[in-house]
């Protein structure tokens, strides 16, 4: 199913429709300020699971997408100058790494402490977390050789429509991925230049 739902002011109809399949264990792609992505609720094991396989690799490449700092505070432990950065950054096409809190579902970590995590300056991410009231466990649509296949929406549906509920359509997409910065150490790190350029 493709959906054509608009960033500048998101159908609530639709965003329910997308929350009620993923309150069913549903994996969806969805827009973000950078390429689409697949996405899930973290609160689903099976739809974490399902997405896992349809990515083909284990959840250490996945992060979790969240709706405000409030809610990354929830699920992550995050100091003041961390948080600091954050607000100074995010909403944006950023990734950052931190550590996880008791919270975090640990289907959604697999073994790991450390995630990363992201609050993409695009409102329909930000509209159907806030609506499920539950990050998204996400993954990028990425293929290095066919560069439309993770821009175009009718392109990405055609290709993964079997292995997703839906697909929004929410307009072109960006090919450049989000800037990865690890803020588990001492200074933040910049580990993958991006889309995004850190303001500390």
Do not use: W
């Not at 073994?111 to 466990?137: F, H, K, M, Q, W």
């Amino acid at each position: 199913m493709l959906v054509k739902i608009y960033t500048e002011n998101p159908s609530e109809k639709e965003i329910d429709r997308v929350v009620n399949l993923l309150e069913r264990d549903g994996v969806v792609i969805y827009p973000t300020d950078s390429v689409y992505a697949f996405g899930c609720s973290i609160r689903s094991a099976k739809a974490v699971e399902r997405l896992r396989r349809i990515k083909g690799k284990d959840l250490t490449t996945f992060s979790v997408v969240f709706d405000s700092l409030g809610q990354i505070a929830d699920y992550c432990r995050v100091d003041n100058a961390q948080f600091r950065l954050l607000k100074q950054n995010l909403p944006g096409p950023f990734t950052f790494l931190l550590d996880a809190s008791s919270r975090m579902p640990h289907k959604a970590l697999e073994r790991r402490r450390t995630i990363g995590i992201r609050i993409p300056d695009n409102s329909i991410p930000r509209a159907i977390v806030e609506r499920l009231g539950a990050p998204l466990l996400t993954s990028s649509v990425l293929d290095d050789e066919e560069t439309e296949y993770m821009t175009d929406p009718e392109l990405i549906h055609e290709r993964y429509g079997r292995d997703v509920e839906l697909v929004i359509d929410g307009g072109v997409g960006d090919a450049v991925p989000t800037t990865v910065v690890d803020l588990t150490g001492g200074e933040p790190e910049i580990l993958r230049e991006g889309k995004g350029v850190l303001r500390e």
